[in-house]
């Protein structure tokens, strides 16, 4: 299974990230479980997790070379926003 592309992503307080997909579906992913890998450590720093971008194309998110997250990661484990419709 694929999944769609990253549209847009920001950086939320206690280290979750709103990612907008191209399908519309806006979901949040919780990167406080990455912060015990060695490549994440450098997330602890509030200012540099919130640099992250979307990648070229909206096949992941990223802040430098090493910290990276696909967009099927993203989807797979993130938690859909459900808002209520009037």
Do not use: H, R
């Not at 999944?3 to 399908?23: D, H």
């Not at 509030?46 to 992941?60: C, E, H, L």
């Amino acid at each position: 299974m694929s999944a769609p592309k990253i549209l847009s992503v920001q950086a939320s307080e206690n280290k979750k990230l709103l990612i907008k997909f191209e399908n519309g579906v806006e979901k949040n992913y919780d990167c406080a479980q990455l912060l015990n890998l060695d490549m994440f450590q450098v997330l602890k720093n509030d200012v540099f997790f919130k640099s992250v971008k979307v990648d070229s194309g909206g096949y992941g998110v990223s802040w430098n070379d090493n910290a990276d997250l696909s967009e099927y990661e993203l989807w797979t484990n993130g938690i859909e926003i459900v808002t209520a419709s009037a």
